[in-house]
């Protein structure tokens, strides 16, 4: 059964354009140019009950505003949206029981107040009776293991704890639906598998819908099967991550840590150089040739102390995707 769907979604922002100087300013009192630009360009999906839908391209692309109009954050400029049986737009408060949305970027918790008080204010905000908050509160607390952090202020945090927190906060009313807008972005490795992790369990307990956006491929590689990717509002891949991957990620990339500099002319021989800093480097190699180079690295007398095997970044992805879709056409 589809929880979400989305039909010739369009979304433009109206903007005006203003000479410089004092009497570009004057002149833009009596005339102003109207302009408008297409954050979201007819695009059409569905997700299924249980779903973790991976949502993704660069910054500008849509991403954002798209999770925006499914939650009724914004209105749409035309086309349909229905979440759950209902039109985000209207703002039902029966609709707004049944979702949550997460935006790395952006805190809901009150950086002031502890995260119980935050918990308890969200728990009147959402209508949740002592007997469900208590349950899931308990529940999401022990999944999270935060129990220890409580009753100290939000902003005396770490990032990865106040993440945990903003998750438990979202969870509290018991969403079917959650939306993920970057909820990994700035943690720290440990913080962000953590973070992972809690989400493919909480998917598997409670089978809640969840569309995730994200820049880390190991986000996307440990929790998603399907990934839609949008750019320039259009939607240019909907599909499983296995055969985007095969099909686009032609690529990998090896990252080295070396205990001495190493000089980049000497690295340039096992593939094309993606960023060097003399004691580090991320080299591109062929998807076929991972092995052999790896090897070669292991086995050479280079000062390496650590090789790490990555996919290509999301954002490389859109890209060569981008540019195939331009030569067809």
Request: with cysteine.
């Amino acid at each position: 059964m589809n929880i979400i769907n989305v039909k010739h979604l369009k979304k433009e922002f109206e903007f005006y354009r203003k000479e410089a100087g004092l009497l570009g300013t004057l002149k833009s009192f009596f005339y102003r140019k109207k302009l408008y630009s297409k954050a979201v360009d007819d695009i059409s999906f569905s997700i299924k009950e249980g779903e973790i839908v991976g949502f993704l391209g660069p910054n500008g692309a849509g991403k954002t505003t798209t999770l925006k109009m499914l939650s009724g954050i914004l209105f749409p400029t035309s086309g349909q949206v229905e979440v759950l049986g209902f039109n985000p737009s209207e703002r039902q408060t029966e609709f707004k029981k049944q979702f949550g949305i997460v935006m790395g970027q952006k805190n809901q918790l009150a950086r002031l107040m502890t995260p119980m008080d935050n918990f308890l204010l969200f728990k009147e905000f959402c209508d949740v009776s002592d007997e469900d908050f208590n349950q899931v509160f308990n529940e999401l607390v022990d999944l999270l293991g935060v129990r220890d952090i409580l009753d100290i202020q939000v902003k005396k945090l770490s990032l990865g704890q106040q993440m945990k927190c903003e998750l438990i906060a979202a969870l509290l009313h018991n969403p079917k639906v959650i939306f993920l807008d970057e909820p990994t972005i700035g943690l720290d490795v440990v913080a962000q598998k953590n973070v992972r992790d809690f989400i493919k369990k909480y998917n598997q307990l409670k089978k809640t819908t969840i569309m995730l956006t994200s820049h880390y491929m190991d986000d996307i590689k440990e929790l998603c099967e399907r990934v839609i990717i949008i750019n320039f509002g259009k939607i240019m891949y909907d599909g499983k991550l296995a055969d985007l991957i095969f099909k686009y990620a032609k690529d990998k990339i090896i990252r080295i840590t070396a205990h001495e500099p190493i000089k980049k002319s000497v690295l340039e021989k096992f593939g094309t150089i993606e960023d060097y800093q003399d004691i580090s480097a991320s080299i591109r190699v062929a998807r076929d040739q991972v092995k052999t180079v790896a090897a070669s690295l292991i086995s050479s007398d280079l000062p390496i102390d650590d090789i790490l095997i990555d996919e290509m970044p999301i954002d490389d992805i859109v890209r060569v995707i981008f540019e195939e879709e331009k030569h067809l056409d």
